[in-house]
């Protein structure tokens, strides 16, 4: 009777092993976690809207390296440059899983943010903003910002580092250096004592880290040239392990403030043997004043103008 339990107990476990086969190229720390620590590289030329011209999302290796070359001959030439082309470090189009993508955007399947007359206006209202120095980009005043969530491909030195325990994990990008705490399976502080990047909480769902933002500040929750987000914001973030050197980052922006729907960005992390130094970043730099100065200027022409 025994012996009868027991076969019958090793071909149910033979033929219940391939449902719980484990990745074994992905390594994992001691509570059977991925080990996602390391130094991860995210420089791609991809922005994050679809390029000009491309109907599809997925390219072939041949086309994408002509459409690198194409981007990377514009942003020779400041007049014509892409805004997200200020500083490229990159050499190709975002390789996710062997795809060369177009656009970083995912959903909607145009590729293109579906932004409202809202956020149009704080976009414009953030890139042409000389009043103050408030109302410049984060990263232009050395505050941060593309370590925030959701991360971004905004600028050079896009080298992310992760350190991860059982109960936090840490997300550190050389550029800004901007540092992210991220507690796992923790409650919520009061929307008060939210850090102005926003406060970020991470669970596991498989293999996968979830990361889900909110309570930006409402001073500094305007993310960036192409993008913008309201303090209403909830940004969703996904790192899922595609093999040893590869963890595929996902995020989906909703914030009915700014945008008709939610809309998603998919790029890869790719592991390097590059090590992380410090940035050096200066608070009231040099050109931030004399941007405002020329304003200023320019006000007091147009004035003089006016009166004569």
């Known amino acids: 009777m025994n012996r009868n339990l027991v076969a019958i107990g090793g ?22 976690r991925p080990d996602l620590q390391g130094v ?19 390219v072939s290796a041949e086309r994408g390296a002509e459409l690198a070359k194409e981007l990377l001959e514009r942003a020779g030439h400041p007049a014509q440059m892409d805004p997200e082309l ?4 990159a050499e190709t189009l975002a390789i996710v899983r062997g795809e060369h993508r177009t656009s970083l955007i995912i959903s909607p399947d145009d590729g293109k943010l579906p932004m409202n007359d809202a956020g149009r206006a704080a976009r414009l209202a953030y890139v042409s903003g000389l009043d103050g120095p408030e109302q410049r980009m984060t990263t ?22 992760i350190v991860q325990t059982d109960d936090h994990v840490v997300l550190r990008t050389e550029a800004y250096s901007d540092l992210r705490l991220v507690p796992i399976d923790a409650e919520r502080r009061p929307d008060a004592a939210a850090p102005h990047m926003g406060e970020s909480v991470g669970r596991w769902e498989g293999d996968t880290l979830v990361v889900e933002t909110r309570n930006y500040d409402p001073d500094l ?22 093999s040893a050197d590869e963890i595929v980052y996902r995020y989906q ?7 008709d729907q939610p809309w998603s960005v998919e790029y890869s992390l790719m592991r390097t043997d590059e090590k992380v130094y410090e940035f050096a970043c200066h608070e009231g730099n040099y050109a931030l004043k004399h941007m405002l100065n020329g304003a200023r200027m320019e006000e007091m022409s147009a004035r003089s103008k006016a009166e004569n």
């Open 11 to 32: 071909a149910l476990a033979v033929l219940a092993g391939p449902a719980f086969a484990e990745d074994t190229s992905i390594q994992r720390t001691e509570d059977g």
């Open 40 to 58: 991860w590289s995210s420089r791609w030329l991809t922005p994050v809207e679809r390029i000009a011209g491309e109907t599809e999302l997925v």
């Open 86 to 89: 200020a500083a490229p470090d």
């Open 140 to 161: 232009e005043r050395c505050i941060g910002g593309v370590g925030w969530a959701p991360l971004q491909i905004r600028t050079h030195a896009m080298l992310r580092e």
């Open 221 to 242: 929750s305007t993310h960036g040239i192409v993008t913008v987000m309201s303090p209403d914001a909830v940004v969703t973030e996904w790192f899922t392990p595609a």
């Open 253 to 259: 922006v909703d914030d009915p403030t700014y945008y």
